[in-house]
C-alpha cells in the first residue's frame, strides 16, 4: 500500500506542477508578441500530455476501463477548450491580470458548486479553508 501511496503522490505532483505551466506558457507567448503560435503550443502541449499519460499508463497497469479513457478524454477536450479561450483573450490583448483570475476562479467555483450542488458533498473546515484560500488568490492575482 505504502508503494501504491509513493506512486499516487508522485503523479499528483507532476499534475500539480503541470497544471500551472500551460497557461504559463500562453501568458509568455502573449507577452513576446508570438501570439499567433498559441495553437501549435496548445497542439504541442496537449499531445505531449497524452504521451505522458499512455508512457505512464503502459508501465504494467494493465488494461484501462473504456470509461475511464473516456473520462479522460473529456477532460482533455474541457481542458483544451478552457485554454484555447484563454489564449484568445490574450491574443485579443486582454491583461493577464483580468484572464487568469476569470479563468481560474470560474473552474474553481464550477468544481465546488458542482460538488456541493450536483453531488450533494458536505465542505468541511478544510475545503471551506482551501476555498477561502483560493478566493483569496484569485483577489491578488486580479491586483495589476
Not at 499508463?57 to 484563454?86: H, N
Amino acid at each position: 500500500m505504502k508503494g501504491d501511496a509513493g506512486v499516487w503522490l508522485r503523479y499528483m505532483l507532476i499534475a500539480f506542477v503541470a497544471n500551472g505551466l500551460g497557461p504559463f506558457g500562453l501568458k509568455v507567448l502573449s507577452e513576446r508578441g508570438l501570439a499567433s503560435y498559441q495553437s501549435q503550443y496548445l497542439l504541442c502541449w496537449y499531445l505531449g500530455g497524452v504521451i505522458f499519460a499512455l508512457l505512464a499508463f503502459s508501465r504494467g497497469l494493465g488494461r484501462l476501463p473504456a470509461r475511464e479513457v473516456l473520462i479522460g478524454a473529456a477532460m482533455g477536450v474541457s481542458s483544451l477548450s478552457g485554454q484555447s479561450f484563454t489564449s484568445l483573450a490574450l491574443a485579443r490583448e486582454v491583461p493577464g491580470h483580468i484572464v487568469f483570475p476569470i479563468t481560474t476562479g470560474g473552474s474553481l467555483f464550477l468544481v465546488a458548486a458542482a460538488g456541493m450542488l450536483v453531488f450533494g458533498e458536505r465542505v468541511g473546515p478544510y475545503g471551506l479553508a482551501g476555498i477561502l484560500l483560493g478566493i483569496a488568490s484569485l483577489v491578488l492575482l486580479s491586483i495589476p
